[in-house]
């Protein structure tokens, strides 16, 4: 009889934690806290709830380790209101005089305009910014102006942020129309097809540009011909001056300085406590990068930092992720610390060997195929600290660098948030979603049996499969899919996971413990990307968010073609909207052939295909489904959206200053950390 191996899957992490050690031997040492008496939650407010995330084995790291933590940490925190500055000119200060008003304000605080008023503020914190991080629109207070107004001047002018020197009401002229008109600076990023991007969008990217400008001044740049092209425009923003257009990068010396100049300093002491040399040398590399704003440099340090595989401590930081800039170009801001989680990541090692498999038995033209899969690395990790863009809500998972060329020649790194989805599913035990959502109990016992299971699974074939699979056509343009190529690249990735999802090789790897197991995960998949998921878009907008567009993309593709065959169906019953998969095994057939076509999309580039496939199937709601979804959501009284609090750490010292442990503590909440990190890491001008 075969072994199977879970291990640490958020099961057996429970077991470890709680004292079940007849069930999860292999998983205690990864584990110091009690899990039963660990507070997950924290704050609700709105449609949002707040957690805590348990840092489980950190007592165990070595002394240097620990230091090494600490040091990442305060550089994930510094770049803060960086990323507050790119998703809109105005956040900073708007969140400024909210905060000075939270702080300072002497008047009723138990009236209904007060409450509004904190929950607005809280609202704005968790999204770092006005807007709304899934569905893109403005965050309308629910006070009034008149309050608002009033507030400000009844606090102390001397107490109050205004900027170089404005007083109460030059300020106020300028944030005002921002905060309360809808149609001022209404969307933090539009897609909407046909639209100038630039000009309808309110991040903080571009200035004085339109859309047409911009990809001419970057086409311009580009050589069709280098196998090697940096990532253009990745931490700069593109401005107009004098007539000319020209970039201001993002870097020491540059534009936010103040801010990137911390960071490095941080990062300073953290080479100095580096786990080894080469763990050194990517730190170091960097730093370079900040202090020049090389974005070859930058390609550099991703290439150093993905063949870093002996590192227990791990850590991203700097300008990533594409996902908020409308032309899909310009890098958020972000930070991840994070260590290995030895015993878990035995799973995602084993689909790491056996990458080469899975990309010569994709269902992909075999043109688009890779001949060698390189460097394709994946782990388990025990987040440690998240900062920027993912934080207060992260990912589960990431896959990096997103060069193509650096993916083709130096292979990725992928790694799965246990202590993440841990929280996730402590907060989501017994809340009725399933039985309110799912269509029977057969579906529902499935869900509770393998869900867990194949949730994880899915993030490690998503990020490590998915992500680094495939290849470009010499030639393609790697932004020849502009607006559209993040949401498809985020679909082919899930494709590539739920299709192998149903192989035997999963029952073989011992990945899954039943050939039905991945059953669990299908019809999950399919009800979110059709229905459940609509619960995070306003109703009357179209969807938004390119994770989101993606599986709206694959689950109203299948729909649609699985008619014929009576694949999957939308079912009414006692009017409500149900999903119900009749053939398993054709779904897989559906979701290999949706994959080759996408996969064609992007080794090709084909833009207008890519456009199609997504306008059709991916952005616009169904109003009536909409409301029903909304309603039945609403009447179960669950957060739409969650987000973290991150632990804080502490140095300890002897008499003679030299470090002698570093200490993990809990006991923030959500208001008091956002405000400490107001207080502590606020060195931006106001309105850039």
């Known amino acids: 009889m075969k072994k199977i191996i879970f291990m640490l899957t958020t099961s057996l992490l429970l077991a470890a934690c709680t004292g079940n050690q007849n069930k999860a031997d292999t998983a205690a040492i990864e584990c110091d806290l009690d899990l039963e008496t660990f507070q997950f939650q924290v704050d609700r407010f709105a449609d949002i709830e707040i957690l805590r995330y348990p840092v489980l084995g950190f007592n165990s790291l070595s002394l240097q380790q620990k230091q090494l933590i600490s040091f990442l940490s305060q550089a994930a925190l510094e770049g803060r209101d960086i990323l507050w500055d790119q998703h809109n000119r105005y956040n900073l200060t708007i969140r400024r005089v909210c905060e000075a008003i939270y702080e300072n304000f002497m008047g009723n605080r138990t009236t209904e305009d007060w409450q509004n008023f904190e929950t607005y503020l809280k609202q704005i914190w968790f999204h770092n910014g006005i807007h709304h991080g899934t569905s893109e629109e403005k965050i309308m207070p629910k006070f009034s102006r008149e309050y608002f107004i009033a507030t400000v001047r009844s606090v102390d002018p001397g107490r109050m942020p205004f900027r170089d020197g404005m007083a109460a009401q030059e300020t106020l002229d300028v944030i005002i129309p921002v905060m309360f008109d809808p149609n001022v600076m209404s969307r933090r990023m539009n897609q909407t097809a046909g639209a100038d991007l630039v000009a309808t969008s309110a991040v903080n990217f571009y200035e004085g540009v339109t859309q047409k400008e911009v990809e001419d001044f970057y086409n311009a740049m580009k050589n069709p011909n280098d196998p090697t092209p940096v990532s253009f425009g990745l931490n700069s923003k593109v401005v107009k001056v004098d007539g000319v257009i020209t970039e201001q990068v993002w870097k020491v010396g540059g534009m936010y300085d103040r801010a990137i100049t911390r960071i490095v300093n941080w990062l300073e002491q953290a080479a100095e406590v580096a786990e080894n040399n080469v763990q050194k040398d990517v ?15 930058f390609d550099e340090y991703s290439i150093k930092w993905v063949s870093d595989l002996d590192s227990r401590i791990d850590f991203l930081n700097g300008f990533i992720e594409v996902y908020t800039d409308p032309l899909g170009m310009k890098g958020t801001w972000e930070s991840l610390v994070n260590f290995k989680s030895t015993e878990a990541s035995k799973r995602t090692a084993i689909i790491s060997d056996n990458v080469q498999w899975f990309e010569d038995n994709a269902p992909i033209d075999d043109r688009f195929k890779k001949d060698e899969v390189v460097g394709v690395s994946a782990k388990v990790v025990t987040v440690a600290q998240l900062g920027g863009d993912l934080f207060p809500s992260t990912a589960i998972g990431i896959n990096l660098p997103n060069s193509n060329w650096i993916r083709r020649d130096h292979g990725s790194k992928s790694v799965t948030m246990d202590n993440i989805m841990l929280a996730y599913t402590k907060a989501s035990e017994s809340n009725g979603f399933a039985e ?35 290849k470009l056509l010499p030639g393609t343009d790697v932004d020849a899919l502009r607006a559209y190529g993040s949401p498809l690249e985020e679909a082919r990735a899930d494709l590539m996971s739920l299709y192998f999802m149903a192989d035997p090789k999963m029952v073989e790897l011992e990945l899954l413990p039943h050939a039905d197991a991945h059953k669990a995960q299908y019809y999950r998949y399919i009800m979110n990307g059709a229905i459940t998921q609509l619960t995070r878009v306003q109703l009357g907008r179209d969807i938004e968010q390119a994770h989101m567009r993606g599986r709206a993309l694959i689950a109203n593709w299948v729909l649609n073609k699985g008619k014929e065959d009576n694949v999957v169906e939308l079912v009414v019953r006692d009017g409500k909207t149900f999903v119900v998969v009749n053939n398993y095994e054709k779904l897989r057939t559906l979701f290999g052939q949706l994959l080759t076509e996408v996969q064609r999309i992007k080794s090709e580039g084909d833009f207008e295909a890519g456009k199609n496939l997504m306008e059709t199937y991916g952005v616009k709601v169904d109003r009536k489904l909409h409301e029903e979804i909304l309603t039945r959501h609403t009447a179960l009284n669950l957060a739409i959206s969650r987000g973290f609090v991150n632990p804080t750490y502490r140095l300890v010292t002897d008499a003679n200053g030299n470090v002698t442990d570093v200490t993990i503590s809990y006991d923030e909440d959500f208001k008091t950390q956002q405000l400490r990190y107001s207080m502590q890491f606020s060195v931006l001008p106001l309105m850039n």
């Open 436 to 470: 309110e959502f799912m269509w029977n109990e057969e579906v529902i016992e499935r869900s509770k049996k393998y869900g867990g299971l194949t949730d994880l699974l899915h993030v490690d074939l998503h990020e490590t499969i998915g992500h680094g699979s495939g």
């Open 283 to 297: 730190i170091n590399t960097l730093i370079e990068y900040y202090r020049t704003g090389s974005l070859k440099t």
